[in-house]
């Protein structure tokens, strides 16, 4: 069965500070998609990324980047100069079969960034 | 806003009771997801119907179904509730059928069940 670890239960930062959040997954399948989720204490749930299992191109987008490497199941997600408005839960998540049949999300890292 | 809506945002009943808890998606997506959010449990892919039908089922119980009617509204049905289904529940539309295609979450249902 599917599984994704998040290992980092809460990080506490300095803003400013660079964070990495790790991602780790585990899957039979060839083709899979691989996501991230942002959800402050507002409580909504933000989409942030999305990549297949053929895309190992790593992304930036601002201030975030993810680092995608099949080699060691990893999808891990960087935030550069942190600041206050980055706290919150971030999800990983791994979704399978074409239909996103089994979609598993990881147990969450909970961020704060203090200022 | 994501253009998500949920109803309603909070709902008190209790055990052995039925609920069901309403979404509707963004304006010309076809998707919509179920998923759940508990403290035991964590977030958990519940459903997904695009245009009406039923495409994945994730870890839903029996007790529990949901529908999309032909105006792409979905409705989740809870019934007979246990202690443990208090939850958060979010739906989440997208314009493609599959999980790959981008999701925009709504504010979400907090369903307490004493």
């Known amino acids: 069965a599917q599984k994704v670890t998040q290992a980092q239960t809460e990080i506490s930062v300095v803003e400013k500070e660079d964070v990495t959040l790790d991602c780790v997954y585990e899957?039979?399948?060839?083709?899979?998609?691989l996501f991230w989720y942002k959800q402050p204490p507002s409580g909504e749930l933000v989409f942030l990324i999305r990549?297949?299992?053929?895309?190992?191109q790593n992304e930036i987008s601002g201030r975030y980047s993810w680092n995608f490497q099949k080699s060691t199941s990893s999808f891990n997600f960087t935030i550069t100069a942190s600041q206050v408005v980055d706290s919150a839960v971030y999800f990983c998540?791994?979704?399978?079969?074409?239909?996103?049949?089994?979609?598993?999300f990881g147990p969450g890292t909970r961020l704060s960034v203090l200022p | 806003d994501s253009g998500v809506t949920q109803t309603p945002k909070h709902l008190i009943t209790a055990t052995g009771q039925r609920v069901t808890l309403r979404c509707s998606p963004r304006?010309?997506?076809?998707?919509v997801y179920w998923y759940q959010q508990s403290l035991d449990q964590g977030l958990q892919f519940l459903i997904h119907y695009y245009n009406g039908e039923e495409r994945a089922k994730g870890n839903i119980l029996e007790r529990f179904s949901a529908q999309q009617f032909p105006d792409l509204h979905s409705e989740l049905n809870l019934s007979s509730l246990e202690l443990g289904d208090s939850a958060l529940y979010f739906c989440?539309?997208?314009?493609?059928?599959?999980?790959?295609?981008?999701?925009?979450f709504g504010p979400g249902t907090r369903l307490t069940v004493l």
């Open positions: 990549r297949n299992s053929f895309d190992e």
């Open positions: 989440a539309s997208s314009d493609g059928g599959s999980p790959y295609n981008e999701q925009f």
């Open positions: 899957t039979r399948d060839t083709t899979y998609y």
């Open positions: 998540a791994l979704s399978e079969g074409d239909y996103g049949q089994n979609f598993v």
């Open positions: 304006s010309g997506d076809l998707s």
